[in-house]
């Protein structure tokens, strides 16, 4: 199991930036990165997810345009940098690791095992 450490959240108005990073305990070079957001009364739903060597990335429509996911995998580490944000996209945001493949393909919850504890961006309008 590797452990993922979110950062990077905090408040912000509409129109603002930030960027998230989640930097994991272990190797996660041959490892499906995604990150995932839940608001309050809703279900969590996937935001970005990342591949690697080539680092194809997918968006969700939501924040396609607006938001850009990148990893670094010599640090470890998977970023989120969120322009343009909206309150829509308040919420709690959570990185997570599928290291059972390198390619990524859904963002179905159950393909990934590893989650980290989550980290509050709230935007005010």
């Known amino acids: 199991q590797v452990q993922l450490v979110e950062s990077g959240g905090g408040s912000v108005q509409a129109g603002g930036s930030l960027r998230l990073s989640c930097v994991a305990s272990g190797y996660i070079s041959r490892s499906c990165m995604a990150w995932f957001r839940q608001a309050p009364g809703k279900e969590r739903e996937g935001v970005a997810r990342i591949g690697t060597p080539a680092g194809f990335a997918y968006y969700d429509d939501s924040v396609k345009g607006r938001f850009t996911i990148s990893r670094d995998n010599a640090k470890n580490t998977v970023y989120l940098q969120m322009n343009s944000l909206e309150p829509e996209d308040t919420a709690m945001y959570y990185c997570?690791?599928?290291?059972?493949?390198?390619?990524?393909?859904?963002?179905?919850?159950?393909?990934?095992?590893?989650w980290g504890q989550g980290t509050q961006v709230t935007v005010s309008s």
């Open positions: 997570a690791a599928d290291r059972s493949r390198n390619y990524c393909y859904t963002f179905a919850s159950s393909s990934f095992a590893d």
